[in-house]
């Protein structure tokens, strides 16, 4: 466990492990907004470890231990500044970007400023951004200053996660003891989710000339679109796809062991 100070009040919080040997790479794993480092640090990342490879995961300034100063605005540029930044200073070796939701758009916009990689990972990421997509943006962000992020996750979750984690998990939402409050709006989740929808998501595909998985949870009802996926799929020059039938949005929570299995397939291919 580290961090990379950015300022009196602001750092980035991360952990690093490098491969056991020349052989391995190192998976760099980019959070989605409202995620966290458990998320890869549950199964995945110790998987990953156990094959020889390595792991950087870290926290966006706004999350769990990456502090910022009050006034910062958390939109995708200086995210992507962030991470640029931080791979400069662990010079993670062989690296393999995964992104999760638009944690894939930020990997990408990181590498296509200049930061190293052998390899990209998008987990549910490529969608057409439109009407539809900011009118759940503005909505969500209406919700939770009305009801705070247990009414968000109340409301989203069905329509994010597969039907059998949903069956094994109902009992987790919807509790008739949850008071719902309005979120802090000097919180990081605030800001971050405030601010991505701002976030370009026209990203230029053609240029991602490095082998790239595309990994889609076709049980996500709110990003996936079959034709969408398939039109920027066929941009990527060295594009590689996965599909997971029994799989929502947030496949590392769903799916751990079929993520840390494609992700594993993915690198023995490199």
């Not at 907004?33 to 640090?41: A, P, R, S, V, Y």
């Not at 990953?48 to 006034?71: C, E, I, K, M, W």
């Not at 998990?169 to 709006?185: C, G, H, Q, V």
């Amino acid at each position: 466990m580290a961090t990379m100070n950015l300022g009196p009040k602001d750092a980035i919080y991360y952990e690093h492990a490098a491969p056991a040997d020349d052989a391995g790479f190192t998976f760099v794993f980019f959070n989605a907004l409202t995620g966290d480092t458990g998320m890869w640090e549950g199964l995945i990342g110790p998987r990953l470890r156990d094959a020889g490879h390595g792991t950087l995961v870290y926290n966006l300034r706004g999350q769990p231990n990456s502090p910022f100063s009050p006034g910062t605005v958390l939109d995708t540029e200086l995210i992507v500044d962030d991470a640029v930044r931080l791979l400069q200073e662990v010079k993670p070796v062989r690296a393999i970007f995964v992104g999760l939701s638009i944690g894939g758009l930020f990997a990408a916009r990181a590498w296509l400023k200049g930061a190293e990689a052998v390899g990209l990972v998008f987990i549910n990421t490529l969608r057409s951004d439109g009407p539809r997509l900011r009118w759940i943006n503005d909505a969500l962000i209406r919700c939770i200053e009305v009801a705070g992020m247990d009414l968000f996750r109340d409301l989203m979750t069905p329509h994010l996660f597969d039907e059998e984690w949903l069956g094994a998990n109902r009992s987790n939402f919807l509790k008739p003891e949850t008071a719902y409050l309005p979120i802090d709006k000097e919180s990081g989740h605030y800001n971050l989710l405030l601010h991505s929808g701002k976030a370009d998501w026209d990203l230029p595909y053609e240029r991602l000339d490095l082998p790239t998985l595309v990994v889609s949870g076709l049980q996500d009802r709110v990003f996936y679109k079959a034709e969408v996926v398939e039109a920027l799929f066929a941009r990527l020059p060295r594009g590689q796809r996965v599909d997971m039938p029994d799989a929502g949005h947030l496949i590392p929570a769903e799916r751990p062991e079929a993520m840390a299995d494609a992700l594993l397939r993915f690198a023995r291919g490199l």
